[in-house]
C-alpha cells in the first residue's frame, strides 16, 4: 500500500470570471520512506500540490487516500489531527512564531496536542541537541541566522515523528552554504524512513533526490521514478 | 491543548503586542471605574442624607404650627380663622397619648450673647431638658438645661462649641455668667461640636429654657414639638394621637402640621436610590462601548495574527483550540481592565472622601459586583465573535496572508 495516493485531483480557483486550473487530472502514488522532489516553473502547482497533500487544502475533485485512508471526507478537527500525527511542513519563509523563543517554536505542536510539559521538555532539549542549537534555546527568531530559523522550523516539523515532511522551497530564503546543510538534515531524516517531498527551483537539489517530479499547468509532465503503473501512465501522458 | 498551555499562548500573544492591549485595558477600566465612582457618588449623597436624618433623632413626629403640609401659606385657613399659637401646654398635652415616649417643645429666635466685651449673634433655642435625648446630642463639658417646670424658665444657657471658642477663648466657660438679650445667664454645659449638619448648625447655637426663650422673644407660640415615638411600630400611632390632641386643644381645629421623620427619609431614600440606579445604568452603557472596543481590538488581532492562525491549524491545532485561546485573550485583556479600573475606582471614591469628609462615598457591593460582571460578560461576549472568526480560517488561505 502507496504512503500516497492522488487520483484524478482537480484543484480550480477562480480569479473574478476567469478560472485557473491550478491541478488537473492528477494522479500520483508515493511510497512510504520515498524521496521526491517536485520541480517545474513558477506557476506550474507545485506549491498546490504540496497544499493539498498536507491537508491545508482540499481538492474541487478527485480523491486523495493517506495510508488507505480517504482524506477528502474527513471533517476540519479530523484533518487536524492528521497534521499534527503524520505531517510536518517546512516553508520557504519559516513561519516561526515571533514572540515565542527558539524552543517554544520547536514544542508548538506538542503544546497544540497537549502533551504533558515533562515529555515536551525533554524532546525539545533533544532536538535542540540534533540541531546544534543548543545555546539558541531562548532566542527569539529575530536573533536567529536564516539557516537557524530553518533548522528550528525543521526540528519543529519532526518533533511530532510525522511520517512525511512536505517542504517547500526550504532553501529558498538561504545562500547556497546553509541552504545545503538545510537539506543535508532534511536527507538525514529520510535516511531513518521519513517520506520527503522537496519542491525547488534549482536543478542540482532536484538531481540530488531519488525521484523527480516535473510540473507544468497544473499537470504532471515528468515523472522520473514511476513506480506502479498508474505513475508510468501519468509519465506517458504529459498533456 | 492544555488549559495552562492556551492561558500562557493567550498571555503571550496579549503582552506582545502592549499598545493595543493597552488600549483594550484602558477602556475596560474607564468603564468599570466609572461604575464605581458614580454609584459611590449617588449612594455617598443617599447615605448622607440619611444619616443626617438619623442624627436629628429617631423615631421622630415633628409638629409645627399651621395648615399646610410644606409649611407654606394657606389662604383658606387664613380666612376662616386666625392661626392659632403652639403653646408649650399644647406640648404637655401630646404626652398623654400613650404612643409617646417624651417629646421636646421648641422656641426659635435671634438674640446677641455677650461676655466680657465680646458679642455676637446666636440662634436661641428654648426648650427643656429632654431636647437633649430627644435629639440624641451630647455635651463635651458640664450639663443640659435642668429637669424643671416648662413654665419656669431658670436662668441658665448651654452653648455650642464655636460660640464657646468665640465668648471665651482658652478661658473656662462653666459657670461663667453671659447676657443674653437684656438676661444674665449662667452657662452651664457646652454641646460637642457636630460640624455642619442638615438644619440647624448646633455649634453656633444658645440653648435656654423655654419659658426664658418666650420671656426674651415675647412671644407664646413654639417653632416646633418634637415627639419621640415609643418605637418604630408606634409612629403612625403617636402622630394620629398627637394631631387629636392638639385637634381638641383648638377647638376642634386642624391647624397643625405632623410630619414623620420616617416619611421624609423615604421619600429621599427612593429618589436618590433611583438617581443611582440611574447613574450607574450610564456607567454601564460605557461599560458596553468598552466591550466593542475589545471586540474590535480582538478583530484587529485576528486580522494581524492570520498567518499564525494558519501556522497553528498547519501544525495541527483544531478549531477549538484557536477560538479558546483568542476567547481567553479577550478575557484576560476584560479581566485586567475590570482589576484596574475597581482599583482606579476605590482610588478615585477614596480621594472623594479625603476632600469631603462629610461625604460617605462609597460604591456599593451591588454597583461593583454587577460592575466587574458586566465588564467581565462583555469581553467574552465580545470576544466570541472574533475567535470564531478566527477559528474559522481556511488554513491555506490563512498561511499565505501576510
Ligand atoms: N489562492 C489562490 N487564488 C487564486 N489563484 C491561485 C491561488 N493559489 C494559487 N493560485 C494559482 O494557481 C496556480 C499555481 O500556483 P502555485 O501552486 O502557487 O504555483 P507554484 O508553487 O508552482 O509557483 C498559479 O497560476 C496561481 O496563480
Ligand atoms: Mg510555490
Known amino acids: ?239 | 491543548m492544555r488549559l495552562a498551555d492556551t492561558f500562557r499562548f493567550a498571555r503571550d500573544a496579549a503582552t506582545g503586542n502592549p499598545l493595543r492591549t493597552a488600549l483594550s485595558v484602558l477602556a475596560m477600566s474607564i468603564g468599570v471605574a466609572a461604575v464605581v465612582v458614580l454609584t459611590a457618588l449617588g449612594d455617598g449623597a443617599r447615605r448622607y442624607v440619611v444619616d443626617q436624618f438619623s442624627s436629628l433623632g429617631t423615631n421622630l413626629v415633628i409638629v409645627l404650627p399651621g395648615r399646610s403640609g410644606t409649611g407654606g401659606f394657606n389662604p383658606a385657613t387664613a380666612i376662616t380663622s386666625t392661626p392659632r399659637d403652639l403653646t408649650v401646654d399644647d406640648a404637655a398635652a401630646i404626652l398623654r397619648s400613650p404612643a409617646v415616649k417624651r417629646l421636646a417643645p421648641l422656641a426659635v429666635g435671634l438674640s446677641e450673647i455677650s461676655y466680657g466685651g465680646r458679642l455676637r449673634e446666636a440662634t436661641v433655642a428654648g426648650t427643656t431638658a429632654e431636647f437633649l435625648e430627644v435629639r440624641r446630642m451630647d455635651l463635651a463639658q458640664g450639663r443640659f438645661l435642668p429637669r424643671e417646670d416648662w413654665n419656669r424658665g431658670s436662668s441658665v444657657a448651654v452653648i455650642g462649641s464655636k460660640i464657646r471658642e468665640e465668648l471665651f477663648g482658652p478661658e473656662p466657660a462653666i459657670g461663667q455668667l453671659v447676657r443674653l438679650g437684656d438676661r444674665r445667664l449662667r452657662v452651664v454645659g457646652v454641646l460637642k461640636s457636630t460640624g455642619q449638619g442638615l438644619g440647624m448648625n448646633t455649634d453656633e447655637l444658645v440653648i435656654v429654657p423655654v419659658a426664658l426663650a418666650q420671656a426674651i422673644f415675647n412671644s407664646n407660640t413654639l417653632f416646633r414639638i418634637l415627639v419621640e415615638a415609643k418605637s418604630r411600630e408606634a409612629i403612625p400611632q403617636a402622630k394620629d394621637q398627637t394631631l387629636e390632641i392638639i385637634k381638641s386643644r383648638h377647638q376642634g381645629e386642624e391647624d397643625v402640621t405632623v410630619i414623620t421623620q420616617d416619611a421624609v427619609l423615604a421619600t429621599f431614600d427612593k429618589l436618590l436610590s433611583a438617581l443611582t440606579l440611574g447613574v450607574a445604568g450610564i456607567a454601564a452603557i460605557s461599560l458596553a462601548v468598552a466591550g466593542i472596543l475589545v471586540m474590535n481590538v480582538m478583530l484587529v488581532a485576528v486580522t494581524q495574527r492570520t498567518g499564525e492562525i494558519g501556522l497553528l491549524k498547519a501544525l495541527g491545532a483544531p478549531a477549538r483550540t484557536i477560538r479558546l485561546a483568542f476567547l481567553m485573550e479577550a478575557a484576560m485583556l476584560s479581566t485586567v481592565g475590570a482589576l484596574v479600573g475597581y482599583g482606579l475606582g476605590q482610588a478615585g471614591a477614596f480621594a472623594i472622601r479625603q476632600f469631603f469628609p462629610v461625604f460617605p462615598a462609597y460604591a456599593p457591593q451591588w454597583a461593583v459586583i454587577a460592575g466587574l460582571g458586566t465588564a467581565l460578560a462583555t469581553g467574552l461576549i465580545f470576544g466570541v465573535m472574533p475567535a470564531r472568526r478566527a477559528a474559522r480560517l481556511d488554513p491555506v488561505e490563512a498561511l499565505m496572508r501576510r
Open chain 1, 1 to 239: 500500500m502507496a504512503l500516497i495516493e492522488l487520483s484524478g485531483i482537480e484543484r480550480v480557483f477562480h480569479l473574478g470570471d476567469s478560472e485557473v486550473h491550478a491541478l488537473a487530472a492528477l494522479d500520483l502514488s508515493i511510497e512510504a520512506g520515498e524521496y521526491v522532489a517536485v520541480m517545474g516553473p513558477s506557476g506550474s502547482g507545485k506549491s498546490t500540490l504540496l497544499n493539498l497533500l498536507g491537508l491545508l487544502d482540499r481538492p474541487n475533485a478527485g480523491t486523495y487516500r493517506l495510508e488507505g485512508r480517504d482524506i477528502t471526507t474527513l471533517s476540519p478537527d479530523e484533518q487536524a489531527k492528521v497534521r499534527s500525527e503524520r505531517i510536518g511542513f517546512v516553508f520557504q519563509s519559516f513561519h516561526l512564531v515571533p514572540r515565542l523563543t527558539a524552543a517554544e517554536n520547536i514544542a508548538l505542536p506538542m503544546t497544540l496536542a497537549g502533551i504533558p510539559p515533562r515529555e515536551r521538555a525533554e524532546r525539545v532539549a533533544q532536538a535542540l541537541r540534533d540541531y546544534g542549537l543548543e545555546n539558541r534555546a531562548d532566542h527569539r527568531p529575530d536573533q536567529l541566522s536564516g539557516g537557524q530559523r530553518q533548522r528550528v522550523a525543521i526540528a519543529r516539523a519532526t518533533i511530532m515523528r510525522p511520517a512525511m515532511i512536505l517542504a517547500d522551497e526550504p532553501t529558498g530564503n538561504l545562500d547556497r552554504a546553509t541552504g545545503d546543510e538545510v537539506v543535508r538534515l532534511l536527507e538525514e531524516l529520510n535516511g531513518r524512513g521519513v517520506t520527503l517531498v522537496v519542491v525547488t527551483h534549482d536543478q542540482g537539489l532536484g538531481a540530488r533526490a531519488r525521484r523527480q517530479i516535473m510540473m507544468e499547468d497544473g499537470h504532471l509532465k515528468r515523472d522520473s521514478g514511476a513506480s506502479g503503473h498508474r505513475n508510468a501512465e501519468a509519465a506517458g501522458n504529459p498533456s
